[in-house]
């Protein structure tokens, strides 16, 4: 199963890359909600002059907070979905260099990701179960030291 770490940081950096991928893009719906807030406005605005009503200044309050809610929302989102792939970087790394703390680090993430199925699913199980065998916790406790035939050292 030692030879499975390597695999499980690989898979563990592609997700980290698709999720600051969906990190930027969530993001990005906050930056565009932001940037259409005034358009919004003035599409209102025209809207009431048709319609022969005026576009109050609670009108334009109302529509600034929800703009501004949309905008919070989103790029709270995305900010916290990039933050995720960013510890999954700082865990691969610390998976292929064979440190305590990602053990751990894996154990948590794989948690969380269990929740999102099919694909974090499989990965949550597939790392669990590979952090779990014997020879991997040991492999860790030593710090990646292997004798010749690629069994960890005993301390």
């Known amino acids: 199963m030692i030879k499975h770490i390597k695999t499980v940081a690989i898979l563990w950096i592609v997700s980290a890359v698709l999720s600051c991928g969906t990190g930027l893009l969530v993001g990005g719906i ?32 109302e529509l600034t907070m929800v703009m501004m809610g949309v905008f919070a929302f989103y790029g709270c989102l995305g900010l916290g979905i990039g933050f995720g792939g960013f510890l999954e970087i700082i865990m691969a790394w610390g998976l292929m260099k ?31 179960m590979v952090m779990l065998d014997a020879d991997v916790s040991q492999a860790f406790a030593q710090g990646g030291v292997f004798d010749d035939d690629g069994e960890p050292v005993p301390a």
Do not use: C, H
Not at 102 to 126: E, K
């Open 30 to 61: 906050g930056a565009v909600a932001y940037l259409a807030k005034d358009a919004a406005i003035e599409q209102a605005e025209r809207d009431a002059d048709r319609r022969g009503d005026t576009f109050t200044d609670q009108e334009r309050d």
């Open 98 to 128: 064979y440190k305590g703390w990602a053990r751990i680090l894996t154990f948590i993430l794989s948690a969380v990701s269990l929740l999102s199925f099919p694909l974090g699913t499989a990965l949550g199980v597939y790392s669990i």
